[in-house]
């Protein structure tokens, strides 16, 4: 590949001066003639009977158009948490939308909002798992339990293995999955060394810095609706909205407008609503979160509880596996609990495991999909306790996981075989990096050094695109997904290096649903690994347009031609040339003879590319105080090919800095009443600058089979080993291992206390 002359080239973001200089429009930016802000009034009781609604104070206010409640709107029942409407008779976790005030700007929506009383009559709620299933416990869905949310596949994160709803008397057990391999109790009987723990991490928040937000015009002709919105799926957006509209698809618009963070939380939540709402009224709606209402609204990772078993033979061989995940999801059914059980036993060679998942509703908001879901718990568990296991066999970590390691042609999670993978080469890298083979010195010093390796199999969807030449030499790329993770500037080095143009020469066009070819959503990290060829067939195309009309024109081969500094020349003979402009003017000009350069390129790729990410953390804990200071964390990534390395190191360094968040500060805290109590970002805490440490990247080509250029997906796995491998540095300095996130000194402190007392 050393032959390419774009890809691979560290290159910066096309669209960065925009951001930077505050020019590129988000769709809080977006003003319509006419147009209503809305604000949400929402429930302060995990449970509880609506009485009524009073208005009279909000409607008084200046500015304040309408309060609508679910009587004034079109009663669509809420078939997932991805399609929310405002509540009728009850509400079913603090921060449910009960109204919406509709004003002439912001400040007067949120003082009518502030005006509207309630009368709730409390219910009985349950508010942690095991309150949900207790004997006696109110049952949250009295009536049967909805579909889950349809975002987890749409990411990735859909489930393997046998999944069934409980049936008969009504739980709050929303449902179970169960996959299992070989003889599992014979395997732990032969075991020469078994390790088990139970791992807990609370919900986790995405907290992108640009909140949800949505502009509605409806069309009083059609009864639809032309959407901009903070998307990751502008297609399933589509679907959603026609669905509670009542209309075809083709009557519903939508624009994915440049998305300022998503990592899962975007796939659909209140599109529907703010649909409905600006078709009654008759007028553009605006609705933009505040940062409290994204906390208290929206939907977080799930809390899970893993309890995890391995069992090793004396040679360090992996002969079976044992996990039962209990997921907190929420009021919504997911089934993201089964997820993390797959995820558990996806990547290690076993023969013999039992996978087992609990999905359990609450009265809390419901949860979905956060940057490879579940899948930080899941690699705590089985990390962790590989590294444990390592200490009793008296094996080195890494040459334990080596030993065990899938590689090509062993069974895949998926129900195939894996294709060429990086795992082994991804370990081998970390092996010989400084911050690992000096853990010794490190240890010396105080300091504790943990390793970990997450993997993700990778999601798939398929896609089209169009590249279309222009009169000023300029390609114009056009897809269909969401401008979010620095896609723009990669697809543009994809297009350049198929067409033959440098990458300055690419104007990359994110469109809307009607004149874009589909795309599907942005997540699991799919988006290049799929649309990537779409974009290069369609660029290849639009190649063989303009070499066949300059083949014409010249009376040559094709063959004969070559694209050089924006001019089709003959080989040879660079005197006889015409620009790419020139072509193009050829192809839009009356009574020309020949037809627009545009090139069409589509794929339906089914080969998932599985991607790898090690870890290594250098911690100091403070035993006084409990305190874990992340000294250096090291980010060793097999990516397939790099087509921007620039962008993938920061892909690695961003998921990294994520997974910090999970070890050691974030956590959704919510009372005994389910009110939340981190409800802000005073209250809930992410690592800043400073608290990330020196993130050290190191990038691993494995090339993969069917990516572009042989790229893999890259933004899931280095969110996936961060916890796994904090909590091994800290047991490699203190001897303590922790099994509860986030990683608090009060935590650790209890844990060092227990060392202390032999327990």
Known sequence: MSDLSFVGQPTPMIDGPAKVTGNLKYTGDLKLAGMLHARFV???????????????AALAVPGVQSVLTAADLPEVTPSSRAKLMLARDRVIFVGQPVALVLADSPAAAADGAELVEVDYDPLEAVTSMDAAVAEGAPVIWPKGIPTGAEDEAAHGADTGGDSEEDEGEASNIAGRTHMEKGDVAAAFAAADVVVQRTFETPMVHQSSIETQGWVVQPNPLTGGVTMWGSLQSPFGARMDVADALGVPESDVTIYGMPVGGAFGAKFGLY?????????????????????GEELLTTNPAPGLR???KLGFKSDGSLLAMQSTVTADTGVYPSGLGGFAAMQFASFYRCGNYVLESINVVTNKQSVGAYRAPTSPTAFMAVETLFDEAAAKLNIDPVELRLKNAARAGDPAPDGGDFPVIGMVETLEAAREHPLWRNREESREQGRGVGIAIGGWMGGLEPGASVC???????LQVQIGTADLSGTPTSFALLAAEAYGVSPDKVRFVYSDTDSAPYGGGVGGSKTLYTLGNAVIRAA?????????????????????LEIVSGRVQVRGFPDRSIGLGDIAGKGMTFGGKYEPVQGNGSQAVTDRAPSFCAQIAEVEVDEETGDVNLLNLAVVQDVGRAINPLAVEGQMQGGAVQGVGWALYEEMRYDDDGQLLSGSWMDYA???AVQAAPIQTQIVEVPSISGPFGARGVGEPPVIPTVAAIANAVAHATGVRLAQTPMTPPRVLAALKKRENGR
């Not at 409905?276 to 505040?290: E, F, H």
């Not at 279309?468 to 300029?474: E, F, P, S, Y």
């Not at 290849?540 to 004969?560: C, G, K, P």
Request: charged share 25%.
């Open 42 to 56: 929402l429930s302060t009781y995990a449970h509880a009977a609506v009485r009524g609604i009073d208005a009279d």
């Open 306 to 308: 893993i309890a995890a």
């Open 271 to 291: 599109e529907p609503l703010v649909a409905l709402v600006a078709v009654t009224v008759g007028r553009p709606v605006s609705l933009i979160l505040t940062r």
């Open 686 to 688: 992410m690592p800043d």
């Open 540 to 560: 290849q195309d639009a190649r063989r347009q303009t070499l066949a009309i300059a083949a014409e024109e010249f009376e040559v081969s094709a063959e004969d």
């Open 468 to 474: 279309k030449l222009n009169r000023d030499g300029v």
